[in-house]
Nanobody
Framework: QVVLVESGGGLVQAGGSLRLSCATSGITFSINDMGWYRQAPGKQRELVATITSGGGTNYADSVKGRFTISRDNAKNTVYLQMNSLKPEDTAVYYC?????????WGQGTQVTVSS
C-alpha cells in the first residue's frame, strides 16, 4: 500500500519560509521520481517542483529561485524548502509519485501566506 504523508504547512507572513516534508511508504523510494503540486481555492492543481530518482530537478516558473526540492533516500522523504513566500503561494500542497503507472497523492498540507 502506497502512503504519502505531508507535513510542515502553516501560516507565515510574506517573505517568510516554510519547509514541507513528505514521508513515503509502500514504494521503492530511491527509484521513484517525486513531485510537489499545489491547489489554491477555485484553481486547478498545478505543478510546483519535481525531482527524479537521480536528483534532477524541475520548477514552475513562479517558484524558481525561491523554492528548492530535495530528497533523502535513507528516510524515504522528499522536501520542499520555500523561501521568500508570497500571498499567491497560499494553497494546499500535495506530494505525488507514481507506481506501476498509477499516480498517488498525499492528503495535502495547507500553506497560508499573509500580506
Amino acid at each position: 500500500q502506497v502512503v504519502l504523508v505531508e507535513s510542515g504547512g502553516g501560516l507565515v507572513q510574506a517573505g517568510g519560509s516554510l519547509r514541507l516534508s513528505c514521508a513515503t511508504s509502500g514504494i521503492t523510494f530511491s527509484i521513484n521520481d517525486m513531485g510537489w503540486y499545489r491547489q489554491a481555492p477555485g484553481k486547478q492543481r498545478e505543478l510546483v517542483a519535481t525531482i527524479t530518482s537521480g536528483g534532477g530537478t524541475n520548477y514552475a516558473d513562479s517558484v524558481k529561485g525561491r523554492f528548492t526540492i530535495s530528497r533523502d533516500n535513507a528516510k524515504n522523504t522528499v522536501y520542499l524548502q520555500m523561501n521568500s513566500l508570497k500571498p499567491e503561494d497560499t494553497a494546499v500542497y500535495y506530494c505525488n509519485t507514481n507506481k506501476r503507472g498509477r499516480p498517488y497523492w498525499g492528503q495535502g498540507t495547507q500553506v497560508t501566506v499573509s500580506s
